[in-house]
């Protein structure tokens, strides 16, 4: 599964357009168990960005909610803020569906600069944690 997600996020251009309509977008979020929340509104909860959108694919119609092929969930509200602005209701996106699935489709194809921090972080951990074990 986690091949097959990361050769997704990899597909940039090679999938096929439509045009499609945001039909909603708003930042959820959540209390993470066991924090105390304090005066900053960002502190003990963690966010996502909720974007609905529709398009049409040979004469069917589809709805998603995948911005990127992953979930990006964090504690930074502004920065999902800033991407629930970016997408209005009624604004008109470029749709990037999978041409034998369309149900699967994004906004944003490719692999973020996170993710590729995030992996890089994992290699790196690993390989340390390997290296430990071996030398001991």
Known sequence: YPLRRQRQMCIRD??????????????GGS????????SDRDRGYVFTTLIKYTY???GKTYFSTKIKWHR?????????????????IGKKVKVFYNPTK???AVLEPGVSL????????????????????IKS
């Open 31 to 38: 209390k993470l168990n066991n924090m105390e929340v304090g």
């Open 72 to 88: 990006v969930d964090s504690s930074n509200y502004n920065a999902h803020s800033k991407t629930v602005k970016r997408y209005p």
């Open 114 to 133: 996170e993710s590729f921090f995030w992996v890089l972080f994992c290699v790196v951990s690993v390989s340390f944690i390997t290296i430990f074990i």
């Open 102 to 104: 369309p149900q699967l």
């Open 14 to 27: 090679s999938y096929p357009t439509v045009e499609g309509t945001i039909m909603s977008g708003v930042v």
């Open 56 to 58: 049409f694919v040979n």
